[in-house]
């Protein structure tokens, strides 16, 4: 199994920054892609910024150029530097990541998610 761990979620003025941080343990050998999702009340999960190991990343339209993802494969860990922070930016924050377990299988990992509230 593999588990992740998501810190870093808060409280924070508009136009404000939080930096998040997913730490994935457990039976990993290899990680893919590590990315973050992201839902707000009454609203579907949507994708806010992936990574791939080689480096390559992905944004949610909504979120260029104020988000950067970025990972340490070393450590298994991904961040998402979130600046000039908005309301409507306010939602439970979900690390996901997809890879290898030491078992030669598959995995597709969830956190439990961070909450982030952007006050105007």
């Known amino acids: 199994q593999v588990q992740l761990v998501e810190s870093g979620g808060g409280l924070v003025q508009a136009g404000g920054s939080l930096r998040l941080s997913c730490a994935a343990s457990?039976?990993?050998?290899?990680?893919?892609?590590m990315g973050w999702y992201r839902q707000a009340p009454g609203k579907q999960r949507e994708f806010v910024a992936s990574?791939?190991?080689?480096?390559?990343?992905n944004y949610a339209d909504s979120v260029k150029g104020r988000f950067t993802i970025s990972r340490d494969n070393a450590k298994n860990t991904v961040h998402l530097q979130m600046n000039t922070l908005k309301s409507e930016d306010t939602a439970v924050y979900y690390c996901?990541?997809?890879?290898?377990?030491?078992?030669?299988?598959?995995?597709?990992?969830w956190g439990q998610g961070t909450q982030v509230t952007v006050s105007s």
């Open positions: 996901n990541a997809d890879g290898m377990t030491t078992s030669i299988t598959n995995f597709n990992s």
């Open positions: 990574i791939h190991t080689r480096g390559s990343t």
């Open positions: 457990g039976s990993v050998w290899r990680i893919n892609t």
